[in-house]
């Protein structure tokens, strides 16, 4: 059964930067594709970025603006989302999650992380 445990959530002030982690265990993690989602109250789950098996393709939200890295390293079984000057919009529970498609729609994701909560204060 796969197990996930993220990190690295928490409240910054606008313009500072955290790094989210999302470590999986149960099950063969460098077979899947990785994406990071967030869902703010009363809002939809929005697609954030996903990186595909090897990491060699990433995609991400429109509104990216270069804000933010998805990366991942296979030996230790974990992913990664990177985002830098933060604002008060990025507020929201982070999930990852795994897939066998290279996608952005949610449904298309079988495994979710238990969420982090990033919180942004102007």
């Known amino acids: 059964q796969a197990q996930w445990v993220e990190s690295g959530g928490g409240s910054v002030q606008a313009g500072g930067s955290l790094r989210l982690s999302c470590a999986a265990s149960?099950?063969?993690?460098?077979?899947?594709?990785m994406g990071w989602f967030r869902q703010a109250p009363v809002k939809e789950r929005e697609f954030v970025a996903a990186?595909?098996?090897?990491?060699?393709?990433?995609d991400y939200t429109d509104s990216a603006n270069g804000r933010f890295t998805i990366s991942r390293d296979n030996a230790k079984n974990t992913v990664y989302l990177q985002i830098n000057r933060l604002k008060p919009e990025d507020t929201a529970v982070y999930y990852c999650a795994a897939s066998n498609k290279y996608s952005s729609n949610w449904l298309m994701y079988d495994y979710w992380g238990q969420g982090t909560q990033v919180t942004v204060s102007s």
């Open positions: 149960g099950l063969n993690f460098r077979r899947y594709v």
């Open positions: 990186i595909t098996w090897n990491g060699g393709s990433t």
